[in-house]
């Protein structure tokens, strides 16, 4: 079982950045791979972003490239998505899950408002 716990959500002004954590229980964390998914009411869940287990390869949905970067760091056991050039319509819940084979775990999501 892997627990995973996201923070970091709030309300910036449009243009503005944010940086999302999220950290995962557990040794095997280093080959996890990672990804940042967001929801608004009313719509599908969203892949945003996503790195493999060693960090080796990264890859993001067209509307956040050149805005947002996710990274990993083994030792703390953490993800981190950095939000740049944030726009009203990233408003959402961001949720992480971490996969394992076919094993999916999901956090509780983190708020992030875009709004002036």
């Known amino acids: 079982q892997v627990q995973v716990v996201e923070s970091g959500g709030g309300l910036v002004q449009p243009g503005g950045s944010l940086r999302l954590s999220c950290a995962a229980s557990g040794r095997i964390f280093r080959i996890l791979d990672m990804a940042w998914h967001r929801q608004v009411p009313g719509k599908q869940r969203e892949l945003v972003a996503a790195?493999?287990?060693?960090?080796?390869?990264?890859s993001y949905t067209d509307s956040v490239k050149g805005r947002f970067t996710i990274s990993r760091d083994n030792a703390k056991n953490t993800v981190y998505l950095q939000m740049s050039s944030l726009y009203p319509e990233d408003t959402a819940v961001y949720y992480c899950?971490?996969?394992?084979?076919?094993?999916?775990?999901w956090g509780q999501g983190t708020q992030v408002t875009v709004s002036s």
């Open positions: 790195i493999t287990g060693n960090g080796g390869s990264t």
């Open positions: 899950n971490a996969k394992l084979g076919i094993a999916v775990y």
